[in-house]
């Protein structure tokens, strides 16, 4: 049932051919959901202004390309994320104006209707660069203002502590961090916001590819830290920006 | 919106005092599901004639015995898994007419409408025989006759072999095994019928509580073979029951 | 022991030469299986006319030829499983006839003597769908008509609900589902009929190449899903054939 | 170095019996944390009034009782997670005053200054409201108004639809899941608002008390979904309560 | 079909009654492992006089007395393994003459009817003796000579090398030890017998129930280390016998 | 102290020129393992006749070629595991006599001594058979009949039981399998003589490259079952050779 | 051989009714580790003064009363660890003079014979604190100089900061830190000393009884930390005691 | 606030145009660290003399190349490690007297400014020399003398005790092993200084790349064993030298 075939029943309501009872029993199942979540998606869509987001890893360069091309064409903010520089290759032939950013191995377009916020990304060492560029990338093109803060890892607490203004200004924090994944818990130590803590699969032996990081966050001992999948700063920045957009609203 | 705020919405429409285009807006985000769900869990409950099931482990007695209570007092069949003697005494109190079966630690009250088709249950050891008897105790209460088949264990497989008529003659087969795990996989080779495999924590040191058994079925060299979680005894009937009624309907 | 010794010494019985004492003896330690196993498996072979099957994962092009012309001869439908391109170029300089499913890496010969009964195959993201695929191919070609649904992750179960007819009256489900693996426990809320969940090895970071998947599935809070090994689109149909075959015997 | 030996280390330099350059190289030295520990630690209390938190479960009931009671001295609001009443009588003898919330396992005493913001804290299924209903007493003691919504597991997923509006208007979301932990993506794709999620140890077999749930949270679909430790509901409401006053101030 | 109904189909034979083609297809679905298995089970049982075992640890005390008491009634040696000293009670009333061994946890009738062979068990630390001494105490009633040598951990390798003699002599050795489970390798190069490894659930921490010694045995770089699951004494007494007596026929 | 300096101490002692109490108190620190070591293994390798051993999976083929061809050059049989062609190419070039086996990935030169006893190497699969092919070729070249019996797994039950009086006749049982592993169990069931498992890295998604099938071995319900590391052929043969040969000494 | 029949071997050669050839032969074949063991040990002894001690916990208390008294009767300093009230209670009644920690669960006789070097032994939580005292009460017992700093996790970093002259005039730093581990990296960053991290097993859902911990501690980015099995604060003190006791030879 | 703006406000205290409480406030939020980082580094270095260091694994050669250049410009000794030839080529480019140890692959440069102490560096076979010359390497260019002890398996435990003088003259121990991961104990239960023992990733199967070396080594029965994360020769070294370096201070 789609709105035409929905204006029709009520017209026929309307006119009296059928009755409310027989028009319930057929919006009883009611396969609203088609309807519904399209409308429900626009809304969302027209509020929010969020750009549409390809997760480009699973996808073929050509693949990529050709939905980055059409999500831009309809004049929002386009993220392809885990792209590589050939994947970029194919979006740029469609996609001209769109930009690469290799640390972060992400494709943008457009940029944010508004900005409203502003986030810290921190990095424990510079083998997390790749995962906290994501995530700084991610969240500009949603609409935040970042700041970077890259190799405060906790071996020299005190590279750490000469920002702390910066971190207690901040509407939520991202930490990426590999191996002990101890810097959240110093940094949830230090400030009253949310902290998103992003494991990396950075280092070797027993970290078993970011598992050991993982576990360590999810055991901290400040309550403030949530925690997302490993590498994953794209998801990080998407709630860090819902909280940030919230703040100044 | 319940039936009667639809009733009403209809009912404007139908005086005109709202458009259909007011209407098809309302209705829209409508939350059918409060209806809908009542009513199709009421039409899925009077076709099928599936007992209520209440998992009794995470419940007191009490609560245990109440729930067990009300359900049973709607004429329907009921089933209480995962209880202990103590559970067993309040339920009885309130429903004097339940039946305790020890060996499966089940209660259960009245029987199925209806018995279509029939099933194997067979477990490896004597260990084995309550996650066995949960199944068997429970696809009986669900309509279907239960051939229970013990002691078949792999490393005495000709015991099993004297059983291939029966086999061959079930519907399903539910295969309980801890340790190795590996007679679904020999049941599965001598039968084309669905085998569900229901691990069980049976075993000491390297048997992890189950996960070698589980490990064992999910890499079971024959196709027709499904597994369900650790102990799982009722959920291999549940799916059995529905195999076996779609194959005498 | 092969047949024509059994009738040798049946003859003797019959002549009187040996006592059916000493026919006894000989015939409890009788090697029957060889006889056995073959004449059961040409009586199932003729009775269902199931294809053969090779799995190519672990054998050369060259390998997989041969063993797949050899079948095709036969005149029975065979399906090769995880087959290259490069396989299938060499089975089919063997067997012009075969057909590659390059999504499902499957190569097909032949086709279902007979069609009974209809599964879906649903899949939750696009990535699933080489193992969705291998599911959907192997049913067809061992005679259930299949209904593809596809991109229907719980992140946006509107799309899913949309089915729901569709999803009603199939005999089977297979829900093919990486990541968190939570769709075949939302299809199941939904339908009466089994569910045979499918984990993928899709996801990154603590997705464990479909471990995290598994264990969800495994875990599922609706009693009629069962779980196959990860990535066994293959194992998922064999089962799901054998109830919808079964179901309209 | 104490505030008094700062002051005479100021008099100094003042009198002029030390240089400047010698006070910078003192002062560089300065172990200024203990000073600074306590008075940032005050502001932050004057400024927030969040309550102060004992975690009773490592502690004997005598211990907890005289922590609590001093706390409660000062006049701030005070909380006890994972509490018995057998502690909860300890703190009562001291405290008379003092609250117990017997499903959370948690002991209040006195109230937010202020409440800013609502949250909604969910329950897949009965066994995990120990879990939600922690979170949801921290909540409200911290200054938040909870909405609660109880067994709206996914296998029913009607249910949950049927809260979308309450769900849409929070300003975050905890969910608290057990055995395959499906409901957090779910519910993120809902609604534009952080979900936290929490895994309880709820589950038998392979849930693994309750790593199957935290598993799936991880590799949620869903992007507005972080995740905390395993039942974890303090944490969950803590970071809620952040989210929830930043969008309210 | 029994021996009898054998004959009677032989009869028919011999009478021609029927013929030998009708046999043929009756004897080709012949259920002849209910005959096979006992005649098997019994020919080897009077070959090679091994006791009868019963694994205690998942009976009632009743339940094992009965068994114990049936089987010794037939003359045969018998052996409970993993027994209490409340199950040893239950026995000790219906077979006076069995024997507790505490530390081993075994209970014991009868003897060997001959003892062929040597061999030796060692245990790294006091705590594997319950270990060594079900191996001990299982290698003796089965027919085999046992030296103990206890006390030999790896950190003190001189006490096991003033053992040398005596390992060189023995037929298999049989090496229980939990924590790092380094002791079967240090064996194994000293030695030119086979060496069974036990691991044992012996440790704390990082030892995770004997899973950290079984791992290490598995990965022994002596080529003469067999392994059997966590503190299964009695398995690799069962295989030491085997080889000990064979050794020696 | 190499043999000469211990002879001229003891000529010291002769000619008086040390006391026996200085002598005893020089020789209770003696290095005596260099002399020692030497001399046993000459010992055992004269005795014994067992062939040299190279693991050449982590050495070059260069390095490979030079060793083996040293060993060579002493007279005695040699054995190359894991060896690529690539590896044989190096060795052939300076020990142009040695043998291939590209299956096993082996490379042998010489034979043995003598020839005792016989043994069984099962293989499950077609997948299983590199790993039973370097215990057969292992086993054939330290001195043991080998019978190899392949494909027969354990959804196929028949074809193992064809082969029950060649188990039965073997001194002991290599059982190479991977997926679930249940094979050794079902073997270690109809025969009387110690069965040696060797889980395969053969499998997809759970089989976790041979851990599923290693606990499966290790949990055996049969207890002549004793299992070596994942694909560890060499290790198995090893054993099953001190096994054959003491059962012919 | 002890060493008599040393002493009787060289008194023939030098009476020369051996002759050097013959002794040498003997010799080659020496136990001499019974001699040498007992030697060393008592020089070792001698030469440390360390104290003996006992694992308590898998002991009777009859049984380590009766090991403790029969050690204190020598004169040398024992420890107990893992020691219960009850079993002080049966120490106490055989040793009257023995000491009970409560905390550590240790029980201590006499003292070092001297004291050298200096340790820092800090604890994360209170609930560290049985492990951190284990450490304490060994290397005190051992000889050693220990300062406790209690309760510096690192969601507070500044109380760390301010022990920072302490740690570094330490010999060796002992930390213990359960849930995510991080304050042996924190602490591994201030100072130049050895950082011996002990996880514990503190903590609650993915703490997974510390092994989160282990695995953080051992990633550590901070290159001086070394790690201990988890709880195991005796051998963390052991080590600790080695490196102070050689800084100040 | 930096070294200037100190001065500035110390120099108005001591002109009196602030008070000393004025000047206290704004003393107890001083950022000092940035200062007190730089000048606590500056000290640190000029007083150990220990080289920089540079993990090379993540970086690209060029990377690699700039940064060992400008740090051998300042005068101190460098160490790359994992670096492979191609990084070392690069290197070589910009600083022509940079130093390549293949094995090790480790690049040095300059040499320690004098050698105190002296370690051992022990690897159990072949495959774990990588990691033992990371160790040993290192160890040297920080200043310490080392004995490389190779191929002194636990499967030939003479060959190691032939080094028992040089052990126990060393003052500390690592000892790199793979597969079980047994030799630190027995090292540890022949010599009285600290071993550190460090996994590596050598062996097939069930070693799962380092883990279960790593776990044998955690367990160890020797209390003078720790251990760090597996691979990490470096990290081995690094404390090594820390104990080396405090013994003959």
Not at 32 to 41: C, H, R, S, T
Request: proline fraction near 4%; glycine fraction near 8%.
């Amino acid at each position: 049932m789609n709105r035409t075939t929905l204006l029709d029943l009520l017209a026929e309501v309307q006119r009296g051919t059928i009755t409310t009872e027989q028009a319930t029993a057929q919006l009883a199942n009611l396969p609203f959901e088609d309807l519904g979540y399209a409308k429900i998606d626009h809304h969302r869509s027209l509020r929010t202004g969020l750009p549409e987001v390809i997760y480009a890893a699973g996808k073929t360069p050509a693949q990529t390309a050709e939905i980055f091309s059409r999500m831009a064409a309809t004049g929002v903010a386009v993220l392809a994320t885990r792209a590589t520089s050939e994947t970029f290759e194919a979006v740029h032939t469609l996609t001209p104006e769109a930009t690469y950013h290799p640390i972060a191995r992400a494709i943008t377009h457009g940029s944010a209707l508004t900005t409203q916020g502003k986030i810290a990304v921190l990095s424990a060492g510079t083998s997390d660069l790749p995962v906290a560029e994501e995530a700084a990338v991610t969240a500009e093109l949603f609409g935040v203002r970042v700041t970077r803060i890259t190799d405060v890892g906790v071996a020299g607490v005190h590279r750490l502590l000469a920002h702390r203004d910066t971190l207690s200004n901040a509407d939520a924090i991202i930490v990426c961090a590999g191996m002990e994944g101890a810097l959240p818990s110093v940094v949830g130590g230090l400030v009253g916001v949310p902290v998103i803590a992003v494991p990396t699969s950075v280092g070797y032996g027993a970290s078993f590819a970011g598992a050991a990081a993982l576990l360590g966050m999810l055991n901290s001992c400040s309550p403030n830290v949530t925690v997302v999948n490993i590498d994953n700063g794209f998801g990080a920045a998407y709630t860090a920006t819902l909280i940030a957009h919230a703040a100044h609203r």
